[in-house]
């Protein structure tokens, strides 16, 4: 049994003082409040909340960072920088992956992320040709999380063409490749080395796109695979509206809501190129709205449509996609940013006796534990232990109460003390445990990779 005592802490109630949080093998026993704290000679921390989901990762795009920031001939856009991104991969081994995956993950555990869902579509060697082991490369995702204490719900892609016109895969895209068949093996390969992980990992499944998946494969892998968290991308970029729309007759998300069983274990990737009907409808459908605004920023995606979704009761989450930066505070202040340089006004997310960072924190945690299709979100008996505390040695923290601590955090200044991630307290004073460890790895790993760009 391990006790937390908080002197105030976020609880589902509201805020509440001296706070005694009970966790034994990963999960919540129970909460108390009014507990002198400190008298067990257990000093406290200052403030506690839950600690959310990162609900979409692609790890290995954490070694790109700073390497795609120069304009290539013409217009630069997602299109160009997925050109790179594919050269970038060819040079990945199975150990490379893993020193990488490793070291994004320390840093979102330093960030304030209690567990990620690792959208995985890396499952190949280079040019197309299948390891021995067909989660080869999944497994090397699941001993990161191993070695940083991360929680993981791993989500294996399906990835069966090249666009909606059927066009083979190519270059880089062949060492994503599947076709349903194969691709549900690998789902049970998968689940196979689940066992062998921490005991809150999760396997779900994430179907590419529509441009990267037929109908068919779509409905074979759903039939399939009933239960569990299921992610896609949808609506990123106008080039895939077009082309989906071209195909289809209608646009990704109306096609989807038509067309699968989208429901509350879904979650739809950027979905940044919505209009108000569509908005309306998937904020309708209980799914998860997966919204990463750095990467969405950094890739020229747009600005997903946040007040009119909340407004109409959606759920949605944040996570850190390319990882060009990892930052939880920075994901909850960049939506709300760019709420306000779109539509021009002020504490768009907030609520009335709610601040923006409230609002924000809760419907991430709230939305990425329900994406992760893991029991967390709130601290609240009988839940993993994914607890965040913040910094408060600076007077700007020290001097903040209620939601003014998390929206001084979150918009001015404000640092992660410590974190635990199903009762693993893997971040203390700052840093992550393994740190030492996992930088030396990366250190070598990417200074190979950048030396044969």
């Known amino acids: 049994m391990t006790v937390i005592h908080a002197r105030t802490a976020l609880l589902p109630s509201g805020w509440a003082q001296d706070v005694a949080v009970q966790v034994a093998r990963g999960r919540i026993v129970s909460v108390t409040t009014g507990v002198a704290v400190g008298v067990d000679g257990v000093a406290p921390v200052a403030c506690l909340i839950p600690a959310p989901v990162n609900l979409h990762s692609h790890t290995f795009q954490r070694a790109m960072a700073g390497l795609t920031e120069r304009r290539s001939a013409g217009q630069d856009s997602f299109w160009t920088w997925r050109t790179l991104m594919y050269r970038f991969l060819e040079r990945l081994a199975p150990e490379d992956v893993e020193a990488i995956a490793a070291m994004a993950m320390v840093e979102m555990a330093e960030e304030g992320f ?28 699941g001993a990161a999380a ?51 992980l921490a005991p809150d990992t999760v396997v779900g499944i994430a179907p590419h796109s529509l441009r990267a998946v037929s109908a068919e494969g779509l409905r074979a892998v759903l039939e399939a695979r009933p ?32 067309n699968a069983p989208v429901d509350g274990r879904w979650c739809a990737i950027h979905a940044t190129q919505m209009q108000p009907q569509e908005t309306l409808a998937l904020a309708r459908s209980g799914a998860v709205a997966g919204l990463c605004p750095i990467t969405e920023a950094n890739l020229g995606d747009g600005i997903f449509d946040g007040v009119r979704y909340r407004a109409a009761h959606g759920r949605f989450g944040v996570g850190t996609d390319s990882n060009v930066r990892i930052s939880l505070s920075e994901e909850l202040r960049m939506l709300e940013y760019s709420q306000r340089l779109g539509l021009k006004g002020r504490a768009l997310m907030a609520e009335e006796g709610q601040s923006c960072g409230r609002v924000l924190l809760e419907a991430a945690t709230a939305g990425g534990a329900q994406a992760a299709g893991r ?42 003390a410590d974190l635990w991630s199903a009762g693993r307290h893997i971040v203390t004073g700052g840093q992550h445990l393994a740190r030492d460890a996992v930088r030396a790895r990366y250190g070598a790993a990417i200074g190979r990779l950048r030396a044969e760009l």
């Open 114 to 141: 209690a567990a990620v869902a690792e959208f995985h579509y890396l499952h190949h060697a280079p040019g197309g040709g299948t390891y021995a082991h067909l989660a080869e490369m999944s497994g090397r995702i």
């Open 375 to 416: 029991a967390a979100g709130r601290i609240e008996a009988g839940l993993w232990a994914d607890l965040l505390a913040l910094d408060c040695s600076g007077p700007d923290m020290a001097a903040s109460v209620g939601d003014m601590a998390l929206d001084t955090w979150m918009f001015a200044r404000g640092g992660v």
């Open 227 to 258: 239960a569990g968290p299921v992610h896609i991308h949808v609506a990123e970029q106008v080039a895939e509206v077009g082309e989906v729309l071209a195909h289809t007759g209608a646009r990704p998300v109306e096609w989807l809501l038509a």
């Open 146 to 196: 191993q070695a940083t204490g991360l929680g993981l719900t791993l989500l294996p892609v399906l990835y069966e063409r090249g666009g909606c016109d059927g066009r083979p895969l190519a270059a880089g895209q062949l060492r994503f490749g599947n076709d349903p068949e194969r691709f549900l093996q690998l789902v049970g390969a998968v689940t196979a080395l689940a066992p062998d």
